[in-house]
């Protein structure tokens, strides 16, 4: 009996190397091995009446090995396991509702091997004549603004007195937010709105917006980036570069240096009640103590903890392999590049005369005051410290980009916290 288990486990051990050796086969890119396909879709519109047609479009799948030509797609409207639409090369479809409701629908995408992969989507489908809106997608795409076009549904017996969109740079936009007002309106059907006075190369979060006499309605949220002005171009043979954590950065090239295009978003967020020290991990602090401004703005970080505890003015710091902390020199020949006149180095639409004409992209993202929890001059400062720091080893210079055209080094505090801009090895 013994020996049997034995036997037995002996076969099982077998068996499972051979099926560990055969997955490590499939990495070997030899080009045999299928890979499974990825499903995508967008739904045209995402709410409609029991009238509305709406468009499937799967043209966004794709597979490493199989073309989109060459991939099966079927439907299931409902998501009741039913399959509406057999498989068939064309991504596209379209389909209508009976009844009002909330739908999700399945997409199933199958490759040239078998391999499949599904995706689901929910749309609402209203009577017709009932209180509906969309938000709708965007029309023009530009540097500072976005035109953006929502239809109404139905009024049902709501009377709209203002109407248009919400939109900010932080998810979820409300009426507190910037927006368009297009002001009353007693017919259904699409109106357009500009999103306007907005920041280059950067992503906004978009809802339409109904006023009625029943109260505020916010409609379905779409993310849309504007254009970057294509202003400084990026540094030859380097227009990437890649941090300790992955993060990807765009570079640009200014009077002959190599700078980073964002600002640096490396490491481990902490509190900023809390110091950063020396402890073999990276922190950073994101302005007001919201992870997602260190997504928008990158993160604010102390001297010495940028400085990787080195004190030497020729330091990698926390920069990725190849790159430095600025010097005082560089950012002094920087600030003198552009003749101390910030509008050259600030992103378009972050102030009203910014002109970006470098391609450096500033955001005025504040700072870490000295004092703990503190967080100041939000869309009036962008602080990048150097590695010169001040004989009493209490302070370091820093360049400074001010909302008034104004770009100056200055002596701030060790205590304070502010950007960080990798300049490239020579
Ligand atoms: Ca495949
Ligand atoms: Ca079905
Ligand atoms: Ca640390």
Known sequence: MKKNLLITFALVFTLSLMITSCKEDDGDNNGNDNTDPIASFTITPQTGTVNTIFEFDASASADNESALNQLMFRWDFDNDGSW?????????????????????????????????????????????????????????????????????????????????????????PGMQDSKSSLGAIASTGTFSSTCELLIENMKYYIKAYMVTDQGVFLG??????????????PCPGAETVTDADGNVYNTVLIDGK???????????????STAQTDNGTIEKYCFADDGFNCDLFGGLYQWRELMDYATSEQNQGICPQGWHIPTNDEITALKNFVSEESNALVAMGQTANSTNSTGFTGLLNGYKSYIPDEFVEFSRYLKIWS????????????????????????????????????????
């Open 220 to 233: 379905d949220e779409i993310a849309v980036s504007t254009q970057s002005s294509g202003n400084g171009t």
């Open 84 to 172: 509406e639409e057999d498989y068939t090369t064309d991504p596209n479809t379209n389909h209508q509702y009976a009844q009002a409701g909330t739908y999700t629908i399945k997409l199933e995408v199958k490759d040239e091997g078998g391999l499949t992969d599904e995706s689901t989507k929910n749309i609402t489908v209203v009577e017709e004549g009932d209180f509906s809106f969309t938000t709708g997608n965007a029309s023009e795409i530009n540097v500072r603004s976005i035109v953006m076009n929502g239809e109404i549904l139905g009024l049902g017996d709501h009377q709209v007195s203002d109407h248009g969109h919400v939109w900010s740079v932080y998810p979820d």
């Open 387 to 426: 590695t010169k720091q001040h004989p009493s080893g209490n302070s370091s210079i820093d360049f400074t980009l001010d909302k008034n055209n104004s770009a100056f080094t200055e002596l701030t505090n060790h205590q304070a916290a502010v950007s960080v801009r990798c300049v490239k090895d020579n």
């Open 258 to 272: 190599c700078w980073m295009k964002e600002n640096l978003n490396v490491g481990s967020m902490i509190n900023a």
